[in-house]
């Protein structure tokens, strides 16, 4: 914690004696020696305007609590702030009608807040309540910002701050016709807000009209803390529909086209939790009304990487049926996207990849998204985020989607083949995005032109991986489209050579397909040892192996099970 220096001490000794003589001047002597003090650089605070006092009659108790908390200040302030003395003398000067005693319990308060790194124990919670109702401006000021400063040190329980009554007089003032006081007031409900509770009692309180007008205000600092509020209080779905009803979404649109970086994020993402809401799309989105989706468009060039990756996430939240998807690639969204992909921002490159995956369901889309530009920024980010999952799986996810367009070819030529198998190598087996790459592959191992690719890039350390992958049957799907590959590989030399130094593990996972329960595995199992069987050297092993023998204990099962389907169909139609 700070300590008042010198100059301030003097003057604070010299005030001491000014209020033992008990002059009628007590309370313009107050003033001016606070005023003194909050303009010193040990403070730090800043410099506010003097104006003159009335002179109220000042209550004995009062003058007793103002000696007293001024010798305290002097004496024991840097050791003891929130002793019970003090928290006395806080709430008499709080509650006083006196103007200047208020504000030498604010500006108390204020020091603390500015230098104080621990806990604020509630009961000094309720001196705030009279602060926060005091008349005077500079009272309001410096209470309202010690108390988002506490808030945001996180040395007052925000929920406590609500349930000590608290959000009354804050939302008060936000009525305000200072600034500063709106300014403090919005960073308090922002802060408040981010408790699901208080968002709830906010609601409840008739929060949001206030804030929504403030979100228009000429002052940056207001606008940004009354669009911050807003945005925290959009996690609560009552809130949302609340603010649909305001006309609040049209605001917020507007406030997408701000100058201000940090209100162009807040209102963005404050539409993305909207938006994650179908419900609200109709009201979003009106019919031949494109100034959203267009603004959002153009969010995503923001030298800002918040701003362009919230506009992705409230663009994929839009994109839930194929109208608006046609509306994002008809005004040009691919582009962008594709530059968004080399993006220095891990959550720009994600939220960019998770559109495009979106975009990649629909057919209407797939043969405008296969395209070369996109092929290739693809396959450099798997290059060069190998191990990231997201990218990944959602890279993985859209090839797939895109080997049902037209314009498949282009993805056997493109670097995204590559790219797929060597994130193999790297992904880990726990991992869902090696279920997406391998799923993928194996959609692209069923055209030639893919699979002889394939083939080309295939080496030893790929075919190990594959048939250890293959092997792998606590995780079915990556194993059942591992040896899948394998099978469809089977026909070229090359990929011969290379399975032949993985002979055993090979017979080992076939073993267990053959006494897999799913059919899809026993079927899979057989078409691949029938066709390693054409090869002396497999063929030998399955000899050895007394592989036929476990293909006739599969036949068996598979005659018996026959014999039971054509007597059940024999009752039904009997």
């Not at 705030?128 to 506490?150: G, H, I, P």
């Not at 040395?155 to 007089?169: A, F, H, R």
């Not at 917020?252 to 938006?275: F, G, H, I, M, R």
Request: proline share 4%; glycine share 4%; with cysteine.
């Amino acid at each position: 914690m700070g300590q008042l220096c010198g100059r301030c001490m003097q003057l604070l000794r010299d005030f001491i004696g000014f209020v033992q003589r008990m002059s009628s001047d007590l309370v313009q002597g107050i003033k001016e020696c606070l005023t003194l003090i909050s303009n010193c650089s040990c403070l730090k605070q800043n410099s506010s305007k003097n104006r003159q006092l009335y002179k109220p009659i000042l209550q004995p108790h009062e003058r007793v609590t103002a000696q007293e908390f001024l010798q305290h200040i002097e004496t024991d302030f840097e050791m003891s702030p929130l002793e019970k003395d003090p928290l006395e003398a806080l709430r008499t000067l709080s509650f006083s009608e006196n103007p200047g005693l208020q504000q030498s319990a604010a500006l108390y308060y204020l020091h603390m807040s500015q230098h104080m790194n621990i806990p604020l124990p509630v009961e000094h919670l309720e001196p705030f309540y009279a602060l926060l109702r005091s008349a005077d401006l500079e009272v309001q000021q410096m209470s309202s910002l010690s108390l988002v400063n506490f808030l945001l040190e996180g040395n007052i329980d925000k929920e406590l701050v609500v349930q000590m009554g608290l959000l009354e007089p804050i939302l008060d003032l936000l009525e305000s016709e200072d600034p500063t006081v709106q300014c403090n007031s919005c960073a308090c409900i922002m802060t408040l807000a981010v408790s699901e509770s208080n968002r709830e009692a906010i609601g409840a309180a008739r929060g949001v009209t206030p804030l929504l007008s403030l979100a228009n205000s000429y002052d940056p600092r207001v606008q940004q803390n009354a669009v911050g509020a807003i945005l925290n209080l959009t996690q609560s779905e009552k809130i949302q529909q609340v603010l649909c009803k305001e006309g609040a979404l049209p605001v917020l649109a507007l406030l997408l086209e701000s100058p201000d970086s940090e209100v162009q994020y807040y209102s963005c993402a404050a539409l993305s939790n909207v938006a994650a809401n179908v419900q609200h799309h109709k009201v979003l989105l009106r019919p031949s009304d494109r100034f959203l989706l267009r603004t959002l468009i153009s969010l995503l060039s923001s030298s800002v990487d918040k701003v362009s990756s919230q506009a992705c996430v409230c663009l994929r939240n839009l994109a839930t049926s194929v109208d608006i998807q046609a509306v994002m690639v008809a005004e040009n969204v691919l582009p962008q996207l594709c530059s968004l992909l080399a993006s220095g921002s891990e959550d720009v490159r994600r939220a960019s990849i998770a559109l495009l995956w979106i975009l990649s369901q629909h057919p209407p889309n797939q043969d405008t998204l296969a395209c070369a530009e996109l092929l290739q920024s693809l396959g450099m980010l798997l290059a060069a985020h190998k191990t990231d999952p997201v990218i990944v799986g959602h890279t993985a996810c859209i090839i797939k989607n895109l080997c049902l367009s037209k314009n498949r070819q282009r993805i056997t030529e493109s670097c995204c083949v590559e790219g797929l198998l060597q994130t193999m190598l790297l992904t880990d087996t726990q991992e869902d995005s090696l279920h997406y790459v391998t799923s993928c592959l194996a959609e692209l191992a069923k055209q030639e032109g893919a699979m002889l690719h394939m083939v080309q890039w295939m080496d030893e350390p790929l075919t190990r991986c594959l048939v250890r992958l293959a092997g792998q049957l606590e995780h079915p799907e990556p194993s059942f489209h591992a040896a899948f590959i394998i099978q469809h590989m089977i026909s070229h030399e090359k990929m011969m050579l290379l399975w032949k130094y993985h002979i055993e593990e090979i017979q080992a996972y076939l073993k267990n397909f053959l006494t897999h329960q799913e059919v899809r595995f026993q079927q899979l199992g057989i078409s691949t040892l029938c066709r390693l069987q054409a090869d002396p050297d497999f063929s030998l092993a399955f000899r050895k192996s007394q592989m036929a023998k476990l293909l006739d204990q599969v036949r068996q099962q598979t005659e018996e099970t026959q014999e039971l389907l054509r007597a059940a169909m024999c009752h039904e139609d009997s």
